[in-house]
């Protein structure tokens, strides 16, 4: 349930410095800013009104809006047409390119302790579209885990996730909710995963998206569907995962290839 603190203190604020060449709007973003990051204003406070605040810095309507603007584009306050300014929940970080991770070290690594809810874990026959992702015959057995991720018992993420059973027959039986899935596979069944194929795109929250969710049915989604290879280039693993979009955000880490280089092809079963 959202904590929503009805009064703020504009007390604790820088105030502008007329002198300096910094513009206002600035000024006053980094000012707000300072109080959300040491948690003076914690996630669900209300804002002052835009009138309070012209009033308390001296500053147009025009600045204001462009602070909060900026502040909204950094995922730090949301908006919310007739009911006022929040303080954001945090984002939480993932890495998706250059490191082979998966969300529980991605968290654990930022000092958070992400909590798994396992909602489903079955053996599957493999459908053909399943079985071409993962280069293995229609029908063959796939373990199939559900998940609902959380941090702060907060949901952030929902995945799906298949896994041939021949390459970790017991894993079906295994915790799953205080362990991470990617060091369970190379260090109990030996599985060396190399890398990984991942796509992005943006959806909107079914019905059981949202009720999954904790948001409204509608509400904008970050797909991402993903297939790990071992390190002998077979896919060990297929995923579908739908994040938060108000409580994601995704680090890309890119390198500069030659021109004389060539792109490696996509694999005939590339994800759609």
Known sequence: MRT?????SLRSCRPI???SPVPYYHQLKDSLKDNILICTW???TTLPSEADICEAFGVSR??????L???EVEGLVRRERGRGTFVAEPKIRERIVGHLTGFY????AQGLEPQTRVMNKSVIEAPPSLAEILEVMPGTPLIRIERLRMISGKPVLHSVTHIPEAICPSLAGEDLEKQSLYALLEKRYGVQLARGRRVIEAIAASENDASLLGVANGTPLVLIK???YSSDGRPVEYYEAKHRGDRARFEVEVVRVL???KASPLPSHAIK
Do not use: C, K, W, Y
């Open 42 to 44: 914690p996630p669900g």
């Open 62 to 67: 025009v600045t204001v809006r462009q602070a």
């Open 226 to 228: 993903s297939i790990t």
């Open 69 to 71: 603007a900026e502040l």
């Open 259 to 261: 021109a004389s280089a």
């Open 17 to 19: 410095d007329r002198a």
């Open 4 to 8: 929503v603190v009805p009064e703020v």
């Open 105 to 108: 070290e991605d968290m654990t």
